[in-house]
Each structure stands twice: as structure tokens, then as C-alpha cells.
């Protein structure tokens, strides 16, 4: 009798740390989500500055002037883009860039196009504000929140419930 006590308590503390993990997870995948929302916040912030930049650029340079200041500031926003979202850049005649983000054009000269965090079934997904269909291979930090989202946080609670059945 005392056994059977010992076996029910033991349960009972395994089953209180297995839904403590639960509800970690929750919370990492809640972090994955407004990491998500903030890295697309800022490749939206990147892209309005890269597109005023391309505009100042073209505008020093439309007589034959140089912008080398306006285009090593233009480089550096690229490279955060890029690391954000895996931007990729396609250079114009006329010194401007056009920036892609999972084959979409976020950037076209002085135009800028912004990115929203969709959610459909649980999972997440990137697309460009109010148009088309969610952007597939994103890349960057974007990616990186993708997949802790979509792809390890469920995974981690079937493992779990396994264990507590085992």
C-alpha cells in the first residue's frame, strides 16, 4: 500500500514537470512569434530607408556626381537586411537597387513594399502586406524564428506526452 502511495506520488510529480515544460514551451514559442513580428518590423523600417536612400543616390548622382557617403550608408542597411531577412539585391543603370526577400521585391528604386507575419493554423508565415501568398524560403533571423516556431516547439510536446505514457 505504502508502494502504491510512493508510485502515485511520483507520477503525480512527473506529470507536474512534464506540464511545467509544456507551458516553458509555450512561452519559447510566444518569444519565437514577437521575434518574428520584430525582425519584420525592422526589414520594413530597413527597406523605407534603403528605398530614400536609392532616391537621394540617383538625385546626387543624376548629373554625374558621386554618392559614395549615401551608398556606404545604402551598404549597410543591405547587410541587415540581409541578415534579417536574407535580402538579395539586384543593382539598376541608374545607381538605384531593387532588394528581394524570398523572391518578393520589397525595394524598387524609391518604392518600398512591406512584409506582415501571417498566422494560419498554428503556424506562421511571411507575405507581403495585404497581397499574394506567404513568401516561401525567407531567410535570416525571420527564418530562424520561423522554424523554432514551426517546426521544434511542436515537435518538443509530442516527445513529452511519449515520455509521460512511457
Do not use: C, F, M
Not at 500500500?1 to 514551451?25: E, I, K, P, Y
Not at 548622382?61 to 537586411?81: K, P, W
Amino acid at each position: 500500500d505504502s508502494l502504491r502511495g510512493l508510485v502515485q506520488l511520483q507520477g503525480r510529480r512527473v506529470a507536474t514537470s512534464l506540464n511545467g515544460a509544456l507551458d516553458s514551451l509555450e512561452q519559447v514559442g510566444a518569444s519565437a512569434r514577437e521575434r518574428l513580428a520584430a525582425t519584420v518590423d525592422e526589414t520594413n523600417r530597413l527597406a523605407a530607408r534603403v528605398a530614400a536612400l536609392n532616391g537621394q543616390i540617383q538625385t546626387a548622382e543624376v548629373g554625374g556626381g558621386t554618392a559614395g557617403d549615401l551608398r556606404d550608408a545604402r551598404d549597410l542597411l543591405l547587410d541587415d537586411l540581409a541578415r534579417r531577412a536574407g535580402a538579395g539585391v539586384l543593382e539598376r543603370p541608374d545607381g538605384t537597387l531593387a532588394v528581394v526577400v524570398a523572391g518578393a521585391t520589397v525595394v524598387d528604386g524609391t518604392t518600398a513594399r512591406e512584409l506582415e507575419v501571417r498566422s494560419s493554423g498554428g503556424t506562421l508565415a511571411v507575405g507581403l502586406r495585404g497581397i499574394g501568398p506567404a513568401l516561401g524560403g525567407i531567410g535570416g533571423d525571420a527564418a530562424a524564428a520561423l522554424e523554432v516556431h514551426d517546426a521544434e516547439v511542436p515537435r518538443v510536446p509530442d516527445a513529452l506526452r511519449r515520455l509521460g505514457a512511457a
